[in-house]
Every structure is written in structure tokens, then in C-alpha cells.
């Protein structure tokens, strides 16, 4: 199911998680499997891992099958989305602390 996710657990998902989370266009995409398959390479995943990789995503010149691959992997939205296109990760909003949602 799709839900909000806020910055501070996508952090959580970083290089070290064996379930990389990226944000990409306003959607936090898991990269636990994709990661070993993405014809890119796992480095470039685990450099953006935990942070907002659209304009590195965007600038890789990804065709449309990678883009329509990707809906596979989308585990929900990013909460800071209607920022998320002119933010880079380092401007994103992180609106207090909404743990609700959090499953450790
Ligand atoms: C689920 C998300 C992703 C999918 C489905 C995906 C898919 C692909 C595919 C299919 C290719 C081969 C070229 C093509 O057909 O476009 C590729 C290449 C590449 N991807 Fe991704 N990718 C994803 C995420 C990312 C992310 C987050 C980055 C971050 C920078 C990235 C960086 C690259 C780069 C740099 C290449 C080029 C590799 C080369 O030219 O040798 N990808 N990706």
C-alpha cells in the first residue's frame, strides 16, 4: 500500500540498509532487490540511498522502460513531494517528528 513516508525514515533506508530507499520524483522507490539488477550498477544506487536521487536519476538518461520498471519498486510517497522537484535533498522540508506510520 501506498503511504507517506517522511525524510527521516527514508534516512533510515542509506547505503548500510539492506533495503536501500531513494527518493525519485516524489515517490520513495526500495531498492532491497532491484539494487543487484539495475543495469546501472549497485554503486550509483547506494550513493543516492537514504537522499533525493531524481535529478541524478533523471540525468542518467533512463528510457521509458526504466521508468515504468521503476513503478515496481515504489513503497510510497515522499512526505515533502510538492517541494521535492525544485529541493534538492539538502532544502527538503522535515516537518517535526510523524512517527504514526513507522515500522522499525
Ligand atoms: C527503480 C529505479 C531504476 C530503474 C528501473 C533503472 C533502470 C535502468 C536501466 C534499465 C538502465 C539501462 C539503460 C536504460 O535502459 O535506460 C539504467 C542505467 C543507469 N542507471 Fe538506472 N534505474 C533506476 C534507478 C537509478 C538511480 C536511482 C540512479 C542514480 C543515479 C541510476 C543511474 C543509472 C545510470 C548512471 C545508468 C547508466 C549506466 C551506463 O550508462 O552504463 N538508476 N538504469
Not at 12 to 24: A, C, R, T, V, Y
Not at 71 to 80: L, R
Request: hydrophobic share 35%; with cysteine.
Amino acid at each position: 500500500m501506498v503511504r507517506n513516508i517522511a525524510l527521516s525514515e527514508v534516512e533510515e533506508h542509506g547505503p548500510n540498509h539492506q533495503d536501500p530507499w531513494i527518493i525519485i520524483s516524489g515517490k520513495v522507490v526500495a531498492f532491497g532487490t532491484y539494487k543487484d539488477e539495475h543495469p546501472g550498477g549497485e554503486d550509483v544506487i547506494l550513493e543516492w540511498a537514504g537522499k533525493d536521487g531524481t535529478k541524478a536519476f533523471n540525468d542518467a538518461g533512463h528510457g521509458s522502460s526504466a521508468k515504468s520498471d521503476m513503478q515496481k519498486y515504489i513503497v510510497g510517497e515522499f512526505e515533502g513531494a510538492s517541494d521535492v522537484a525544485a529541493a534538492s535533498s539538502e532544502t527538503a522540508p522535515q516537518e517535526g517528528e510523524k512517527k504514526e506510520c513507522s515500522i522499525q
